[in-house]
């Protein structure tokens, strides 16, 4: 496998391939990580040199407190979940912070280059991969804070977080070498460099590509410019995303206050999920039920 690796030019690959079969990984998980690790490796063959001469990681100046949310078909045809996330985060932030961006309100925030909005348009760019230039664009323009739309708010949004001129969640899992940060929770400050490199190799994919490479394209895009500075964000909190993202595998589980007292403790932001076995988590009773009946 050395020898082949070599030739083919794809040892780094091969060896973390063998690390994760030494820890017991599937051949499912592995093919994942393999993919993934490819798609980023031709990304990184076609756009290596561009992403150096873009990159650029000045800290935005001027803060903002707006609250960015995005459901494109409107609020009222999202599923309960989405509903309850998005009733939460207005009381929490207050209804006049939280934007809903929509399909069409786009315009009254953003203005999105015209290749974009015809390769979106035309679903050559899913209504996915538009939401993370959506959310770069918002956040370049007016700063502030971006959330999933299944983002749920059981407290303030701490401290750190509040005060940071650029924050996101690092993404620690083992299987998923190739992305450094999570995009569902960004707060930034108006004009962040950063987010302005990774919307500019975004646009650039985008206008030699009709279709996605790999599902993680934004993650990877901005793994990518990051290997212009070691991996690193100067002044970024490092915080993982593993407390944020606990309470999704608890929604098909019967209800215990205790354990949700807890959780709130350890964190007030909590990342969750549509892609539900809904005959599991609708039961009465669960986690699930208590959140859409505003009961948690």
Known sequence: MLKVALEKGDLEKKAVTALFMGLGYSNLAIGAVERRWRSYLDLKKRYSTYAQEIADFTLGKEKSDDVWVCWLQGIEQAPELVKACYGRMQIV?????????????????????????????SGRITNTHFSDLLRNELLIEHGGLWLDSTVYMSGDLPAYIENSP???????????ISICYNSWLIKANKGDGTLKSLQTLLERYWKDNDRISDYFLWHLCLTLLLECKNGQIEGLIPVTDYLPESFALMLDKPFDELQWATLKNLTPIHKLTTKLDLSAVQKQGTFFDALVKGKI
Do not use: A, Q
Request: proline share 2%; net charge negative; charged share 30%.
């Open 93 to 121: 932030f207050g209804y006049e912070r939280v934007h809903l961006v929509t399909e069409s309100n786009i315009c009254d925030y953003v203005e999105m280059p015209d290749f974009i909005m015809d390769k979106w348009k």
């Open 166 to 176: 650029l924050f996101m969640y690092s993404h620690m899992n083992i299987d998923d």
